[in-house]
């Protein structure tokens, strides 16, 4: 059975720092490309960032220089180092096995004073 567990979310005030996390099991892992997308209130969810399993990433223009994804095969986890955060940025936050459906439970980020 396929599992995503996203954890990392919080409380942060603007212009800080999160660091999510998503570990995989009950898959292979290197071999798919891994993705973060978030879903704010009221709006569809969008693809923030992604990254293959040759390590090729793609970012939203949104995010671009303030937030870096990366991967650890080894452990079957993917990040999402989020920098100078802005209040535009709160959503829940999924990550994605594959670009099929396979999903986690999302992980809420609030950026707020």
């Known amino acids: 059975q396929v599992q995503l567990v996203e954890s990392g979310g919080g409380l942060v005030q603007p212009g800080g720092s999160l660091r999510l996390s998503c570990a995989v099991s009950?898959?292979?892992?290197?071999?798919?490309?891994m993705g973060w997308y978030r879903q704010a209130p009221g709006k569809q969810r969008e693809l923030v960032a992604d990254?293959?399993?040759?390590?090729?990433?793609y970012y939203a223009d949104s995010v671009k220089g303030r937030f870096t994804i990366s991967r650890d095969n080894a452990k079957k986890i993917v990040f999402l180092q989020m920098n100078s955060l802005k209040p535009e940025d709160t959503a829940v936050y999924y990550c994605?096995?594959?670009?099929?459906?396979?999903w986690g439970q999302g992980t809420q980020v609030t950026v707020s004073s």
């Open positions: 009950g898959t292979l892992f290197s071999i798919y490309v």
């Open positions: 990254i293959t399993s040759g390590g090729n990433t």
């Open positions: 994605n096995l594959g670009r099929r459906d396979y």
